[in-house]
């Protein structure tokens, strides 16, 4: 069971049982004392626990003033013009509460976390193509039971990557062993850094760590500015990788997002990219 993708005038919604919330995923430039109560409707029809909306800053004080909080802040995401807010409201007061959740990463003796080296022996990194969509379905499938988006279906897969999704690739001897996917908002100039997922026998090679380098590199060439990405609040190893890589700690969404089964705290981390001269990838 997946969530439903939809459109509220221009503004990009996402909603369904499955993570018992709205999440509004991009505003079209909609105003929001038009948009919100739609929204606020579409949550009490289906008696939703959470509503969450990604916004401009601009938008946030009139959120505030109905009784949104701000979660996380992603600073100068809207091309380094605006900050962008992730702003909730909780309809079910006990999804508000999060109880105890693991502490951030700190520096370690030295400096920031070390990174660890991937064993390059017969692995290849690269970007994947249309070729690659049944793969990385099956893939995704194996790590995650459960997801919010269907990443486990091909026609998924494909369907992102003609829109706005470069996925990448660690193959072994031709074999997918790990992979991750770089969601692109173009008027934004802004990158997701986001599914990463690896087989159980090549965990603990450092492969996470090359296929973030390599979507840097990758999406800062492409003309993006900002990177982040929306982590599982207790997976460690995650946090610890984008908290390595340099990346500010931008909040906490409570009881956020459903994965493998059940409802999770997530945690924001953002950094803004080198400016490496490119083109913004068109519409």
Not at 152 to 166: A, S
Not at 243 to 258: D, E, K, M, S
Request: hydrophobic share 40%; aromatic share 10%.
């Amino acid at each position: 069971m997946t969530d439903t993708l939809t459109h509220i005038g221009r503004a990009l919604v996402q909603h369904g049982a499955s993570n018992d919330r709205v999440y509004l995923m991009k505003t079209g430039g909609e105003k929001p004392e038009r948009l919100f109560p739609a929204i606020e409707e579409l949550a009490r029809q289906n008696n939703y626990g959470k509503i969450f909306a990604k916004v401009p800053s601009s938008d946030a004080p009139w959120l505030a003033d109905r009784g949104y909080r701000e979660e996380a802040r992603i600073p100068g995401y809207f091309a380094r013009r605006e900050d962008a807010c992730f702003m909730s409201r909780f309809p079910d007061p006990l999804r508000a509460q999060s109880g105890e959740l693991p502490a951030l990463p700190r520096p370690r003796a030295g400096g920031r976390l070390a990174a660890a080296a991937a064993k390059y022996a017969a692995l290849t990194v690269r970007p994947a193509d249309t070729a690659d969509a049944e793969a990385m379905a099956a893939l995704y499938g194996r790590v995650f039971p459960s997801y919010p988006f269907p990443i486990n279906k091909p026609e998924y897969l494909l369907k992102t990557m003609r829109d706005n999704v470069c996925y990448f690739i660690v193959e072994d001897n031709g074999r997918l062993a790990a992979l991750s996917s770089g969601e692109i908002d173009r008027p934004a100039k802004a990158v997701e850094m986001t599914d990463f997922a690896t087989l159980p026998p090549y965990r603990a090679r450092g492969l996470a760590s090359v296929l973030l380098k390599r979507m840097e590199q990758h999406l800062s060439d492409r003309g993006l500015l900002t990177a982040y990405t929306i982590a599982r609040a207790v997976s460690t190893g995650i946090n610890r990788l984008f908290f390595g890589a340099g990346y500010a700690f931008g909040g906490t969404l409570v009881n956020n997002t459903q994965i493998s089964g059940s409802i999770e705290s997530m945690r924001v981390w953002h950094k803004p990219l080198p400016t490496g001269g490119g083109a913004c990838p068109a519409d």
